[in-house]
């Protein structure tokens, strides 16, 4: 079955390059072809005289609307920046992703028999600038009446719903047209519910749905350590608390820290420290190192994959949602901390309670995928 993967766009985010991976290499061992679609990045070019004008709004909206992402010369950090920032992430897509890019969803080619929709937050609101700047284009309004439309490991990325009373109409009636939805939150659960009228299953995020030595097999057989007792940071949305938090728990643990990667947006920054690390190198974080403190969904999820004790920094601009229902999954909510003290205290996570829990949600995940997949 020839199946086409909507998912978050294939840029620097490692936790979204590896779900992608992820899924798509589940869907090859059950014996599909898989590709990722996504809307080509254009090339940004603004006529002379449109400039004076365009680089004064940007900059009303960076420096008074206090827009700090508005890039002032747009078309060079586009055209120019991108791709170096980018160079290392784009090799891993470019090595382990069948990628399709289109210049819109009208224009596919429909001879997919199938659509997955997922995972990461394909669902939440604020990200439909992503899709063709309509959320619906991950409802599959795009898509052929004849093809399968599922669902897998979807996210809302918050407990609440945020739609507009539109789009909730729209995203209903083409919700109602899926063969099989499942989400991976159990809030998202509910709000299939309550909002789609469709009836959701819970899942893993498809990274769960491979094997620590299938990520190992990914990292180069040199290692990232150069010496013992590592603490690998890996923080999304740094401030002063949280690297008071790393520095305090470092000298208690006696922990040397590390970081992998790089805050890829930060304007004020020499290239050179904006370019993300490979994906290989973010892997090797988690296998050499003896603790991790994080504030991302998806390196909580590697830490378990690697059996490596962890804390993490709630992230409520990036969605609680998540960590809440992945923690309760393997009842470590304690491991959501806001202070040291709290995470000096933890006890050790027992990894083989984990792993007997982990294998039996993967069990139940894959088959709902051979289920809807199925004839």
């Known amino acids: 079955m020839k199946i086409g993967i909507i998912t978050h766009p294939l840029y620097t985010n490692y936790g979204g390059l590896l779900q992608a991976y992820a899924l798509q290499t589940t869907l090859e061992r059950l014996g599909h072809e898989a590709f990722e679609i996504e809307i080509k990045r254009k090339k940004r070019q603004l006529p002379f005289w449109k400039l004076p004008l365009s680089i004064s709004k940007r900059i009303l909206k960076k420096y008074v609307l206090g827009c700090k992402m508005q890039k002032i010369l747009v078309e060079k950090y586009e055209n120019h920046i991108w791709p170096i920032i980018t160079q290392n992430t784009q090799q891993f897509v470019d090595k382990y992703l069948n990628q399709i890019l289109i210049e819109n969803y009208d224009d596919l080619d429909h001879d997919f028999d199938a659509f997955i929709v997922g995972s990461d ?24 009446p004849q093809s399968i439309k599922i669902a897998y490991a979807a996210s809302f990325g918050a407990d609440l719903w945020e739609y507009p009373k539109d789009k909730t109409e729209e995203c209903k009636r083409l919700a109602q047209k899926f063969r099989a939805i499942s989400v991976r939150e159990k809030s998202g659960v509910k709000l299939c519910h309550d909002f789609l009228d469709v009836n959701a299953t819970f899942v893993l995020d498809p990274t769960m749905l491979l094997q620590k030595a299938d990520y190992e097999s990914l990292i180069n057989t040199e290692s990232l350590a150069d ?49 993300q690390p490979a994906v290989e190198n973010w892997l090797c974080g988690f296998r050499d190192s003896d603790y991790v403190i994080t504030d991302s969904f998806h390196a909580c999820v590697f830490s378990i994959i690697f059996h490596k004790q962890f804390a993490v920094i709630g992230n409520e601009e990036r969605g609680m949602a998540r960590f809440n229902s992945l923690l309760s999954l393997f009842g470590l909510e304690n491991r959501l901390v806001t202070s040291s003290q709290q995470i000096l205290a933890l006890p050790l ?27």
Not at 121 to 144: E, H, M, T
Not at 228 to 237: E, H, K, V
Not at 249 to 268: C, E, G, R, W
């Open 121 to 144: 937050q394909v669902w939440r609101y604020k990200y439909y600038p992503w899709f063709g700047n309509d959320i619906a284009n991950v409802y599959l309004k795009f898509a052929s």
């Open 227 to 275: 010496s013992a007792d590592r603490l690998f940071c890996y923080i999304l949305d740094r401030n002063i608390i949280k690297d008071n938090i790393i520095k305090d728990i470092a000298k208690n643990m006696k922990l040397a820290p590390f970081y992998v990667n790089a805050n890829v947006y930060d304007s004020y920054s020499p290239i050179k420290d904006r370019i």
């Open 349 to 375: 996570i027992d990894f083989d309670a984990i792993d007997e829990k982990l294998s039996t949600l993967r069990t139940e995940s894959l088959n709902f995928l051979v289920e809807a997949l199925g004839s």
